[in-house]
């Protein structure tokens, strides 16, 4: 199996975010990681690899600082990379980003390309559908499971509220990909050694830009969410704020 | 007259009741912006629901009918809305942010070469420009934004972002009309099987009137015992963000979220749990939130109405001593 595993860097979750001056987007001066989903679907295209062999090819679209994500995948066993380096990459739409990752990989034919389910900054949820419907294949979203079988895959996808349901699917196709679906490996010292040497292909801005047009949706204004609800902020050491605590539980909430 | 489209969903051939939400968020962008307000449902005999929708105030209701779209396949879906969008042309087209619009609007919305404005809170009309306001970074942040192109601009609403109740009914059933959509053989590439549940819900954590809630700040699996002390000094139900039910930490019936149980509790005690828009959409309508976390900046305070910024494992163990004080 060819897996393609598209990847994105995003803040560090604990991190604390500033906006910029024009307040259109946040201060890039932050600390970043992989974007949590996308994990999950390295690890998943490692372990399909491992039961059933081939190449596990990590793509990303970003600026230099994203390499980091590619070289922690090569790291834990991906084969090799394709970074889209621009600092422009960042402000496209879902539907650009997915044309731009197309075309950048339109001479390699994959069996399966994943993405996680959804990104931690813009939470669009919907580079990958693109990807497959540029590409022309067939997609399921929120995976939690997948098996070959004789005629494709079969998949688990997730439902709302516990529901799961088995879908067969032919291949080549996308899928996005669920946090949990799999337990996140480290990447071993001799994996790292060993990602310095593996192939990580630079891809301009310039090379997919005929394949792109422009943004369809923009952001206007970024800013911190106005409070809808009127916080009491409790303080004090720990035993009195127990204290403070337990009389809200009485006498504002009454559950005691 | 520009046209806005509401598409609600059912599943099995009952609506899905977010879809009153839906219908509630098109009937006040059409009042803001004089546009004209349609509905359609999807599917294959949904007539009924083609009826239940027309008494509310709408212009008109489509009942979009194949064969094939039973059960749902994000192809026949999106090859037959793209049919109907073609035929009746409309300049917004809004759905509920469920997991089956997730599915199949990012494909249509790219079949249509247009865009996809995904779970939204609100909207603001300005100066004849509509913006669409949804959440960025987990919720730290909201952005406003805009769309251009030709094409219908989808948007989908978050769970909770307008009300229900609030859906104007119509001083008569608005017209129905039938639209079948042509599905050729070999559009539809996946076989979807029965929907299942994985186990027997062991808990039913929509009936708890208290609910102790963990997140990624318990920080080891030993540490839920202390969660599980007040949650018992309390008289509640234990429960967990996604993080800790991935992890094994509890098990998955106790997770609460998009993908786990939607709850709205007497109280509602966050622990640990930063917020993400996952989570809140679970219990943002509870009647008391207190959430301690160690992170001031954590979304999860946008939305408490007790807020402590400080360390679980120093307020947890007095806590529990003083609600077992109170209780006697």
Known sequence: ?????????????????????AGTWIREDVSYEVNEPDAFALEEALRQKEKHSGEVVVVTAGPARASQVLREALAKGADRAIHLEDDGFVALDAYNTARAIAAAVKDDKFDLIFTGLQSDDYGYAQTGVILA????????????????????????????AGFFQYVDMPLPAVLTIQSGINKLRYATLIGIKQAKTKPMRKVTMAEVQSAMGSNLQKIEKLYVPQKSKNTEFLEGPPAEVAKKLVDKLKNDIRVI | MDKILVIVEQREGKLNRVSWETIAAGQAIASSTGWALEAAVVGSGVAAIAAEISAKKLGKV????????????????????????????????????????????????????TTAISDVIGYRYESGKLLFTRQMFQGKFVADVSFSGSGPCF???QNGSFRADKVEAGAAAAPIETVNVDIPDGIVRNKPQEVFKEAKQAVDLTQAEIIVSVGR???????????????????GELAASRPICDNGWLPMDRQIGSSGQTVAPKLYLALGISGAIQHIVGMKGSRSIIAINKDSEAPIFEIADYAVVGNLFDIVPPLIEEVKKAKG
């Not at chain 1, 199996?1 to 001056?21: G, R, T």
């Not at chain 2, 489509?62 to 994000?74: G, I, N, Q, R």
């Open chain 2, 155 to 157: 948007v989908t609403f």
């Open chain 2, 62 to 113: 489509y009942d979009v009918e194949s064969a094939k779209l039973e059960p749902y396949t994000p192809d026949a879906f999106a090859h037959g809305l793209k049919q109907f969008l073609e035929k009746h042309p409309a300049k917004l087209v809004l759905l509920p942010h469920t997991y089956q619009v997730r599915d199949f609007v990012p494909k249509l919305a790219t079949a249509l070469e």
């Open chain 1, 1 to 21: 199996m060819k897996i393609l595993v598209c990847m994105k860097q995003v803040p560090q979750k604990d991190a604390p975010l500033k906006l910029n001056e």
């Open chain 2, 217 to 235: 700040g318990i920080k080891e699996q030993k540490n839920i015992d202390l969660a599980k002390q007040l949650a018992d000094a309390l008289g």
């Open chain 1, 133 to 160: 419907q540029i590409l022309g294949l067939p997609h399921a979203t929120i995976i939690m499971q997948i098996e070959k079988t004789d005629a494709g895959i079969r998949v688990k996808r997730e439902l709302e």
